[in-house]
């Protein structure tokens, strides 16, 4: 067991055994450890943490590598003292820096401790959860900039964790609990006036005035500033004698959005219209397409009463009647079925309901909702998830990506760039972005498809690589994109670890498919995933519903795509490369046969083959080496380069250059073109190539059902 302490200051212990302070022989070893207890999985990525330890040398990568390889020595050595092995707890593979085995972070434990008493929703669940909040974070850090986010962040929850309790006990233990919150954050506000009330209401105005003064000196002190109009006007209260509201005043509907909502008007236009036509709208999406922000921005445009449950933090599908209740501020008998007492609670209120997060849970989220559906009739749901919840009356939509630029076309008019934009010069107010850096900039958001969550985890990369240099790299975009907000969800502070979540919550034959499915270069057909996969239509649909698989649809024609990112992270799960990769070749191999002669009417004038084509065309053997010249035109490889070279020299009137592939096929006498009088299924396969998609649409076991 590594025991790591960062509140009040740092110490490791190795199974019981401290770590002497004096092994730790360089300053930058122990910071290195504390960065590691603090991200997701403790796993970080050596370039991200090169540029937090060393930021001022982000234009030097060699000394950042040195130094970073003399600090995990160092951290190694300092985990020797204690008796463990220190390469195997602090490992370096793949440029990853992780820390192994079983490790505990008291403020990891702490930040899980609140959201578990959060979803138990109890004072004594929150009274044990903050029992062990003692101390800052890592206050002999308090000047670094790597630490600063963090340990805001959870002061603001452990604050906020005061407030809650303070919201479910008397005036005298509500009282107890704010001050121990204003010792965390003397200036806390709303924390302040929450006092000032549970003194007023237990008869002691003359403690709440000395509150407030406390509070405008502290202000005064530090910013030379004032209470703001809420708290003075409070102050003005207590000093006329008016009467004074409940200190347990209720806590907000939705949470209060800490960063701008960047374009998307169309899809909340279109989730008003849904909600006001339907009960149950359940908004889907892969993990990191914005459903949540998108969810909570649409609820707090609508009237009336609108309350929020969080099911994220909870592991536990019998504890959701509970957390729902918790979420609209309603206690559920103890002795009585808690579906039933939730039912009743609600009764006839007319209330929004949002249930974020139902995709771990989902069977559990589809029967509640179902049940309170059917007797709380002026009840309505907006609920998020990867998949729908599949109960009667629901309508399922799916958040669309953000509107990407086209080529050579105005970068700022895109949603994705403005998204970029806005989050990058959060990150980095001194950023002035030029033209070149908005090109960048769309090119960042086309390769990772649009997506909220990446292209913001991109923006936050801004502080240590231009948007050129950030666009280069984004060939490993699982590794570039590491932490974004501290306060985020474990799950949504890396690409990497949102992709993760999804995985877990896959049947074995769901994972087999979509890492299978990852060999495609671009958009197939259910043909194609049955040649890679197997009989793959359940299972496809499957991963359709989870956001995982994509569906475009074009007249009568269905075809599906995974997102790059996605590409990237099922390649990794690859079990057994050569299966799929020969089926794919095969696959697409027969098809180019097949349409070889109709080529010259297939590419219609288009500037590039099809992505599955050249894919082939890459994994297929070279087999023009071993022919002789004149018999070369008869192998697959020279068709597909026959197809290859066709389609560039068509790219346009008087085009003269030729792709790179399509110059492999030089040296090749090219394959025989007989007459464009060809049969019928030669000129269905032309109309099928000649579609809109980026790949063919005909399959080689279609096209073994035709005649010739």
């Keep these: 067991?590594?025991?790591?302490?960062?509140?009040?200051?740092?110490?490791?212990?190795?199974?019981?055994?401290?770590?002497?302070?004096?092994?730790?022989?360089?300053?930058?070893?122990?910071?290195?450890?504390?960065?590691?207890?603090?991200?997701?999985?403790?796993?970080?990525?050596?370039?991200?943490?090169?540029?937090?330890?060393?930021?001022?040398?982000?234009?030097?990568?060699?000394?950042?590598?040195?130094?970073?390889?003399?600090?995990?020595?160092?951290?190694?050595?300092?985990?020797?003292?204690?008796?463990?092995?220190?390469?195997?707890?602090?490992?370096?593979?793949?440029?990853?820096?992780?820390?192994?085995?079983?490790?505990?972070?008291?403020?990891?434990?702490?930040?899980?401790?609140?959201?578990?008493?959060?979803?138990?929703?109890?004072?004594?669940?929150?009274?044990?959860?903050?029992?062990?909040?003692h101390g800052e974070l890592l206050p002999e850090d308090r000047y670094e900039d790597w630490t600063a986010e963090r340990r805001e962040a959870l002061r603001e929850l452990v604050t906020g964790a005061y407030l809650e309790l303070a919201h479910m006990v008397d005036e005298d233990a509500a009282a107890e609990a704010l001050q121990r919150a204003l010792a965390l954050d003397p200036l806390h506000e709303r924390a302040t006036r929450h006092l000032m009330r549970a003194y007023a209401q237990a008869g002691r105005r003359q403690r709440a005035l000395e509150v407030?003064?406390?509070?405008?000196?502290?202000?005064?002190?530090?910013?030379?500033?004032?209470?703001?109009?809420?708290?003075?006007?409070?102050?003005?209260?207590?000093?006329?004698?008016?009467?004074?509201?409940?200190?347990?005043?209720?806590?907000?509907?939705?949470?209060?959005?800490?960063?701008?909502?960047?374009?998307?008007?169309?899809?909340?236009?279109?989730?008003?219209?849904?909600?006001?036509?339907?009960?149950?709208?359940?908004?889907?999406?892969?993990?990191?397409?914005?459903?949540?922000?998108?969810?909570?921005?649409?609820?707090?445009?609508?009237?009336?009463?609108?309350?929020?449950?969080?099911?994220?933090p909870l592991g536990d599908p019998a504890l959701l009647p509970a957390q729902v209740a918790a979420g609209i501020g309603v206690a559920l008998p103890s002795d009585a079925d808690p579906v039933e007492?939730?039912?009743?609670?609600?009764?006839?209120?007319?209330?929004?309901?949002?249930?974020?997060?139902?995709?771990?849970?989902?069977?559990?989220?589809?029967?509640?909702?179902?049940?309170?559906?059917?007797?709380?009739?002026?009840?309505?749901?907006?609920?998020?998830?990867?998949?729908?919840?599949?109960?009667?009356?629901?309508?399922?939509?799916?958040?669309?990506?953000?509107?990407?630029?086209?080529?050579?076309?105005?970068?700022?008019?895109?949603?994705?760039?403005?998204?970029?934009?806005?989050?990058?010069?959060?990150?980095?107010?001194?950023?002035?972005?030029?033209?070149?850096?908005?090109?960048?900039a769309a090119t960042i958001c086309r390769r990772l498809d649009g997506m909220p969550l990446a292209i913001e985890l991109a923006a936050a990369r801004i502080r240590h690589l231009s948007p050129a240099q950030l666009a280069e790299r984004l060939g490993t975009a699982l590794d570039v994109l590491g932490t974004g907000s501290r306060t985020a969800l474990d799950r949504q502070q890396t690409l990497r670890a949102t992709l993760d979540w999804s995985y877990a919550l896959l049947a074995d034959d769901e994972r087999a498919l979509f890492a299978a499915l990852s060999v495609f270069a671009g958009d197939f057909d259910i043909d194609a995933a049955e040649a890679v996969g197997g009989d793959a239509l359940d299972?496809?649909?499957?991963?359709?519903?989870?956001?995982?698989?994509?569906?475009?649809?074009?007249?009568?024609?269905?075809?599906?795509?995974?997102?790059?990112?996605?590409?990237?992270?099922?390649?990794?799960?690859?079990?057994?490369?050569?299966?799929?990769?020969?089926?794919?070749?095969?696959h697409y191999l027969a098809l180019a046969e097949r349409l070889a002669p109709n080529w010259a009417r297939t590419t219609g004038g288009s500037a590039r083959s099809p992505p599955n084509i050249r894919t082939c065309a890459r994994r297929s053997p070279r087999a023009c080496a071993a022919r002789p010249r004149r018999r070369c035109g008869s192998s697959r490889r020279c068709i597909v380069s026959g197809w290859m070279a066709a389609t560039s020299s068509r790219a346009g009137a008087g085009a003269t250059r030729r792709s790179p592939l399509a110059r492999s096929a030089t040296g090749c006498a090219p394959a025989h073109s007989p007459s464009p009088a060809r049969s019928s299924s030669g000129a269905a396969a032309t109309r099928a190539a000649s579609s809109s998609t980026p790949n063919c649409s005909t399959s080689s076991a279609s096209a073994a059902r035709r005649p010739r």
């Design 1 to 133: 067991m590594l025991d790591i302490q960062l509140l009040a200051g740092f110490a490791v212990q190795v199974d019981g055994t401290p770590v002497p302070e004096d092994a730790w022989r360089l300053r930058k070893a122990r910071a290195l450890v504390k960065l590691l207890a603090l991200a997701p999985g403790h796993r970080m990525h050596r370039e991200q943490a090169g540029a937090l330890l060393w930021p001022d040398r982000a234009d030097d990568a060699r000394a950042v590598v040195n130094n970073l390889h003399q600090a995990v020595y160092a951290a190694r050595r300092a985990l020797d003292a204690a008796g463990a092995d220190g390469a195997a707890i602090l490992g370096l593979r793949d440029d990853v820096l992780a820390l192994n085995g079983d490790v505990r972070v008291d403020a990891v434990e702490l930040e899980n401790a609140v959201a578990a008493a959060r979803a138990n929703g109890t004072p004594a669940a929150f009274e044990a959860a903050l029992a062990d909040a």
């Design 212 to 312: 407030f003064e406390q509070l405008r000196s502290g202000l005064r002190a530090a910013f030379e500033a004032e209470p703001d109009e809420e708290t003075r006007r409070l102050y003005r209260e207590l000093l006329s004698g008016a009467p004074v509201e409940d200190a347990r005043e209720a806590a907000p509907a939705l949470p209060l959005a800490l960063t701008s909502f960047v374009g998307r008007e169309r899809e909340l236009g279109e989730v008003a219209r849904l909600l006001a036509r339907t009960r149950l709208l359940t908004i889907t999406g892969p993990g990191g397409s914005g459903k949540t922000r998108l969810a909570l921005e649409a609820a707090g445009r609508e009237r009336g009463d609108v309350r929020l449950s969080e099911l994220a």
């Design 341 to 440: 007492g939730l039912v009743r609670a609600i009764g006839e209120r007319a209330l929004l309901l949002v249930l974020d997060n139902c995709e771990h849970l989902v069977a559990a989220a589809a029967e509640l909702a179902a049940a309170l559906l059917a007797r709380c009739p002026a009840l309505r749901i907006l609920a998020t998830s990867r998949e729908p919840l599949h109960i009667a009356g629901e309508v399922a939509w799916r958040a669309p990506s953000l509107s990407l630029a086209a080529d050579g076309g105005d970068p700022l008019v895109s949603e994705a760039v403005g998204l970029f934009v806005d989050r990058a010069t959060a990150a980095a107010p001194e950023l002035e972005l030029g033209p070149d850096d908005l090109a960048a």
């Design 539 to 586: 299972v496809l649909g499957r991963l359709v519903d989870k956001s995982l698989v994509l569906v475009d649809r074009a007249a009568d024609e269905v075809r599906y795509r995974l997102l790059e990112t996605f590409r990237q992270y099922g390649r990794e799960h690859l079990a057994d490369r050569e299966l799929p990769v020969g089926a794919h070749r095969r």
